[in-house]
């Protein structure tokens, strides 16, 4: 059973439009984290979300946590070939703040096509 | 400032080969930890050190599966008589503290023919 399911699985889209990734769980998670990941290199940090109700905004990245602490969202605005990559959710259901060993989502492959 | 280091990048193994997998973190960092990524999905966690001491090896797959890190900075991970069910991305992070930021390495490709 995944504890973090992520869609869409796959996402192909054009230079400028607007997406959408959602990472859901029936667990409530004291905080969630996502990473985008590129070939062949490890995951980037890209924010943590800790409260309920939370909204953080990086650039043309906007991330919300639910107001439950079970979902997260991950919203790009006029995407660019440069976002191009696998979008990661994660984080530890287990403890109390912070990271310790993260449980991941399978990902968002997201293409941005010129 | 140099990041999570790891070695090799890429290792061809035939089955039943024991290989090493080695981990370099950043200096200083204390928590160091191992996820495996196969083919289309997300890391999964294998195990975490704080310093030298291994505190949590419950995702290790099976006991073919060994990591150390006998001085709280290298770590490496060991895997025996490796299995295609093994070919996977092993990626290693570490941490300043325990729950702090995890930085990942590049990961390395083992491919078990």
């Known amino acids: 059973t995944q504890l973090l399911e992520q869609s869409p699985q796959f996402l192909s889209i054009q230079e400028g439009e607007n997406l959408t990734v959602y990472c859901n769980s029936s667990s409530v998670f004291s905080s969630l984290q996502w990473y985008r990941q590129e070939p062949g290199e490890g995951p980037v940090l890209l924010v943590t979300v800790v409260t309920g109700g939370e909204v953080k905004k990086l650039k043309r990245l906007t991330f919300q946590f639910g107001d439950a602490r079970k979902d997260s969202s991950l919203h790009i605005t006029a995407a660019q070939p440069g976002d191009t990559g696998l979008y990661l959710c994660?984080?530890?259901?287990?403890?109390?703040?912070?990271?310790?060993?993260?449980?991941f989502g399978k990902g968002t492959k997201l293409t941005v096509n010129p | 400032g140099a990041g999570v280091s790891q070695s090799p990048r890429y290792k061809v193994a035939k089955r039943g080969q024991d290989v090493a997998l080695r981990c370099d973190p950043i200096?200083?960092?204390?928590?160091l930890f191992w996820y495996q990524q196969a083919l289309g999905q997300g890391p999964e966690f294998l195990t975490y050190f704080q310093n030298e001491a291994q505190l949590d090896k419950s995702g290790l797959p099976s006991d073919r599966f060994f990591a150390e890190r006998p001085e709280g900075s290298v770590s490496t991970l060991k895997i025996q008589r490796t299995q295609q069910e093994d070919s996977a991305v092993y990626l290693c992070?570490?941490?300043?503290?325990?729950?702090?930021?995890?930085?990942f390495g590049p990961g390395t490709r083992l491919l078990v023919l």
């Open positions: 992070a570490s941490s300043l503290r325990l729950g702090g930021t995890q930085y």
């Open positions: 200096s200083g960092h204390v928590s």
């Open positions: 994660a984080g530890d259901p287990h403890s109390q703040g912070g990271s310790e060993k993260l449980v």
